[in-house]
């Protein structure tokens, strides 16, 4: 009996641990290829490169518009402006202080100066114009590279949907799916509306993703 308990133990934890590797080697795959990608598109748009499928794809986009969408995309769109992010911020900081997350808290608040710092530097350095192929519903006078709603909702959504996970794991396929559907709409509000190239918004997802990866990370590293 003893023997059987051992080597059931022995196999569920090579099982487990075969999981895990896997897992940290997609990751480590994944976060090589976003960096590849991430310097190719830093390169063009340092050299003041054009991306040809960059306007195609939002003139495409634009023959959609009607005021219907119009309206949808300035409320979709507000999800990551600066005021809204900065209440959703203070509610999800208190709730984990609240909760007596320590960790967590210390971490979300690193992540989001992070995020803020990364997408302010990069803008500050890459300087790239917003795009004018018509007259856009908002105005905006920021840089356009990274795109910071992308960088920042992939932040702020993607970090409060790894703590609601962590916590309520019975939910955790609807939390993620609410969280990339957050995300994924507040990258389109911004082609629609006109103020963003699609490789804007890449960037800004793939940093977000990567900044989001190593917050977690150090969360795993000191729960451990």
């Known amino acids: 009996m003893k023997s059987f308990l051992s080597d059931r133990f022995a196999a569920i934890y090579t099982r487990l641990a075969t999981k895990v590797t896997t897992f940290g080697i997609l990751g480590l795959a994944f976060c090589f290829l976003a960096l590849i990608v991430l310097g190719w598109l830093c390169e063009e748009v340092w050299e003041k490169e054009t991306f040809r499928f960059d306007a195609v794809l939002l003139l495409a986009l634009h023959r959609s518009a009607n005021p219907l969408l119009d309206r949808l995309m300035l409320s979709i769109t507000r999800l990551g402006n600066p005021e ?45 114009p917003r795009p004018m192929l018509w007259q856009p519903l908002i105005r905006e006078v920021s840089y356009s590279f990274p795109s910071g709603h992308a960088l920042g909702s992939s932040v702020l959504y993607g970090f409060l949907a790894y703590v609601f996970a962590r916590h309520y794991p019975q939910r955790l396929y609807l939390i993620y799916s609410i969280a990339i559907a957050i995300i ?41």
């Open 184 to 224: 994924g709409l507040i990258g389109l509000s911004r082609l629609y509306l006109g103020v963003h190239y699609p490789t804007d918004i890449l960037a800004g997802y793939i940093i977000g993703a990567l900044w989001l990866s190593i917050c977690i990370a150090l969360i795993k590293h000191f729960d451990s």
């Open 84 to 128: 809204f992010v900065v209440g959703t911020v203070v509610v999800g900081l208190g709730w984990l202080v609240w909760r007596h997350k320590k960790l967590e808290s210390g971490v979300f608040i690193i992540a989001c100066l992070g995020a803020l710092l990364l997408n302010n530097g990069m803008k500050s350095i890459f300087t790239r």
